[in-house]
């Protein structure tokens, strides 16, 4: 099978980094549909207030998820080193060190976002905030936990 490998190194410089980000701005682009999705369901079968609770708790989902792409970003530089240096122990290493953090890192974000939910709604200086809002939270924290581990 024959490989497409690019080198970065060479070339037009803003082309390559238009190249390299496009990844990135596509799974922007997927949290934007994933929340618009969320509204969208939430408006038509739930109340105001469910509606209210997805808008004021957008923020945080899309903090949780920008720091889990970038945890995965960190750990494809590596693979993608120890890969292109045909250095398999380090390349076997890196893979077990990223399922065990990642693993640990999903664990914490769990329990961090289940536990904080209530002092980030404050944070947020919501008016009042309900219990939307809180199950909201919580259950983006299981499906972000479901998806690292």
Not at 59 to 67: A, D, I, K, Q, S
Not at 102 to 120: H, K, P, R, T, Y
Request: hydrophobic share 50%; with cysteine; aromatic share 8%.
């Amino acid at each position: 099978m024959k490989q497409n490998m690019q080198d970065l190194t060479e070339g037009s410089l803003g082309k390559k980094i238009l190249i390299f980000s496009v990844p990135l701005m596509l799974s922007n682009l997927l949290q934007v549909l994933f929340n618009m999705a969320d509204i969208a369901v939430i408006g038509q079968f739930a109340g105001s207030l469910s509606l209210g609770a997805v808008g004021s708790t957008a923020t945080l989902v899309t903090m949780f998820t920008g720091f889990l792409i970038g945890l995965s970003g960190g750990i494809n530089v590596l693979t993608a080193l120890y890969y292109g240096a045909k250095d398999k122990d380090s390349l076997s290493k890196t893979i077990h060190s990223a399922a065990l953090v990642s693993l640990i890192m999903g664990v914490l974000l769990l329990v961090l976002g289940v536990g904080l939910s209530e002092w980030m709604l404050t944070a947020l200086k919501l008016r009042e905030h309900n219990n939307y809002e809180y199950d909201y939270i919580t259950s983006n924290c299981v499906k972000k936990y479901d998806r690292v581990a």
